[in-house]
């Protein structure tokens, strides 16, 4: 069959064959099928949909697209996490060293950031010495040794996922369940993992908008992760404000920490302590969740997941004083209060517009090339629903660049709204989707 043929099949809402897609993404790939072809197919799927058949098919026809990372020799069972994207979405950080304090092997491979703030591999470059970079025989020999570690991704994984992306960013088809959904997914799975727990934010700060969307979404990467042997999990949150209180690159890495020691936002501790618990199940260490939770908090309690992040940390050349002295991660020059204009509840945040303002600062990337300032950032403490007063300070402005800082001061008032009368916040977690089905959870 002709390319242009299979881009008609699909056009009209026909079930694709494994081969079909595989001739036209490997085609790709390989130079053979024109981008213009491929277009024209990525908006025939963005208007017709794929069935879970076609969906398997085409995320394993892109994992195999390039090399695959073989994790056997780590033991136990592996158990990764990823998010859909957010603003201060600084779970990786803490979450990690807790669940491999648990016995848990953790073997996470995550991106940099493009967007208002660093990925969590520029944020934990904020710590002195960090390598992100590390041969695959290493990264085995780290987590076998130290039960976790967090590097940057291969650049030779999921080839196809690259290029499909570049195209899908050019032709208004980046918001296609199915191509999200595959995307992730080859990524994850090409990995290595055994095991993946998702988090899909939604709201006004996140990728998905619409709750519905953000179902439809986790849905089809649980199957997807299920079909392809790997036990799949996914849980959709709350993300119409920060998850923590601080957007940013060391001021993350700060309140990471701060987690791992008791403190910290309680919003961002609840979803850490709800993807750790179910990481623990997954990885046979729980029997249940609530078990799971049981044990993040002691493992907090004790010190032993502090002790694992700084055990971590050294295996990967960083300074493991860092966790006791904060003084040794990026101090941005200029550091100023934000003074709130409005008086009541606060019942709206514009979150997207917050990670947008330290994007402006300097904390995140426009083009994939530009450098991070990883010591600017905003700390903002405030959710919806708190009472705020006139005058009174909500918030930290961190900068470099004094007029930046200023103009940001200027804009922050904006970007919240407050009503005289108290507001209901929104649920944190709104579902968990397992192959089982999905549990409302508020």
Avoid at 107 to 114: C, T
Wanted: charged residues 25%; proline residues 3%; hydrophobic residues 40%.
């Amino acid at each position: 069959m002709s390319i242009v043929e299979i881009i008609e099949k699909k056009k009209y809402g026909k079930h694709l064959e494994d081969n079909e897609i595989k001739e036209i993404v490997m085609g790709y790939v390989e130079g053979i099928v024109p981008d213009y072809q491929v277009a024209a197919f990525l908006m025939a799927v963005w208007f017709r949909g794929m069935d879970d058949k076609e969906l398997s098919t085409l995320t394993d026809i892109m994992i195999h697209s390039g090399k695959t990372i073989d994790l056997s020799k780590i033991h136990g069972i592996k158990v990764d996490k990823h998010s859909s994207g957010g603003v201060a979405d600084t779970v990786t950080i803490p979450l990690v060293p807790i669940v491999a304090s648990l016995g848990v092997p953790v073997a996470k491979m995550s991106g940099r950031g493009l967007g208002h703030t660093g990925g969590t591999i520029d944020k934990l470059e904020s710590i002195p010495g960090f390598r992100v970079e590390v041969p695959t025989e290493e990264f085995i020999n780290i987590v076998n040794r130290v039960g976790g570690a967090i590097i940057s991704q291969s650049e030779e994984l999921v080839p196809a996922d690259k290029k499909i992306y570049a195209l899908r960013d050019v032709t208004g088809t980046v918001d296609s369940i199915p191509l999200i959904a595959s995307s992730i997914m080859s990524k994850k799975i090409a990995s290595g993992t055994d095991a993946i727990v998702l988090d899909v934010k939604v709201g006004n700060g996140a990728f998905m908008e619409d709750l519905g969307d953000a179902l439809k979404l986790a849905e089809a990467m649980v199957r997807i992760g299920n079909s392809l042997g790997r036990k799949t999990v996914a849980y959709i949150t709350d993300m119409n404000e920060p998850l923590g209180d601080a957007i940013g690159n060391s001021i993350e890495v700060e309140e990471g920490i701060n987690i791992l020691k008791g403190k910290g936002s309680k919003r961002l501790f609840e979803v850490i302590e709800t993807l750790g618990s179910e990481m623990l199940v997954l990885g046979g260490r729980a029997s249940d969740r609530e078990l799971g939770k049981s044990l993040i908090r002691e493992a907090i309690a004790s010190g032993k997941a502090l002790q694992k992040l700084a055990e971590i940390i050294e295996a990967q050349g960083g300074n493991k004083q860092v966790i006791n002295d904060f003084n040794l991660l990026p101090q941005a020059k200029f550091k100023k209060d934000i003074i709130s204009e409005k008086t009541g509840y606060i019942s709206r945040i514009d979150t997207k517009g917050i990670g947008r303002l330290a994007q402006f600062l300097g904390a995140g990337r426009e083009k994939k090339d530009d450098v991070i300032d990883l010591s600017c950032g905003i700390i903002f403490p405030k959710k919806l629903g708190d009472y705020i007063e006139k005058g009174q300070q909500i918030g930290t402005v961190l900068s470099n660049n004094e007029a930046k800082l200023e103009e940001a001061l200027n804009r922050f008032n904006s970007l919240i709204e407050v009503s005289d009368t108290p507001i209901e916040p929104p649920p944190l977690i709104y579902y968990r989707v397992s192959a089982e089905g999905v549990d409302k959870l508020f």
